[in-house]
Nanobody, 129 residues
Framework: QLQLVEYGGGLVQPGGSLRLSCAAS????????IGWFRQAPGKEREGLSC????????????NYADSVKGRFTLSRDNAKNTVYLQMNSLKPDDTAVYYC??????????????????WGQGTQVTVSS
């Protein structure tokens, strides 16, 4: 059964860093496009970053939303079947529940929510002093 589990969230002070993990079971992450999203209270879910399958035309490229470009880095460890979202220079506005998701249709990724088929349960990130 295809499953995604996020972990690594928590409370961090402004300017701090966190690394979120998204571990997959039941499928090989590198065969699909993987995205990271977040949802803050009272707001719509926002696409943050994604990584394409290394089998796609881009060879596993990553994309970032403007809101996190330069601060967040997405990477994949195929041996651990896990993707990571390294988050630096965190701001209070980054407070949200963070989700990873898999697109089982396309190899090239987007940060468009409707393209994604399976989602993890989310992990809370709180940025506060």
């Amino acid at each position: 059964q295809l499953q995604l589990v996020e972990y690594g969230g928590g409370l961090v002070q402004p300017g701090g860093s966190l690394r979120l993990s998204c571990a997959a079971s039941g499928f090989t992450l590198d065969n699909y496009a993987i995205g990271w999203f977040r949802q803050a209270p009272g707001k719509e879910r926002e696409g943050l970053s994604c990584i394409s399958s290394s089998g796609g035309s881009s060879g596993g490229s990553t994309n970032y939303a403007d809101s996190v470009k330069g601060r967040f880095t997405l990477s994949r460890d195929n041996a651990k079947n896990t993707v990571y979202l390294q988050m630096n220079s965190l701001k209070p506005d980054d407070t949200a529940v963070y989700y990873c998701a898999v697109d089982v249709t396309f190899l090239e990724c987007t940060t468009v929510e409707v393209n994604y088929d399976y989602w993890g349960q989310g992990t809370q990130v709180t940025v506060s002093s």
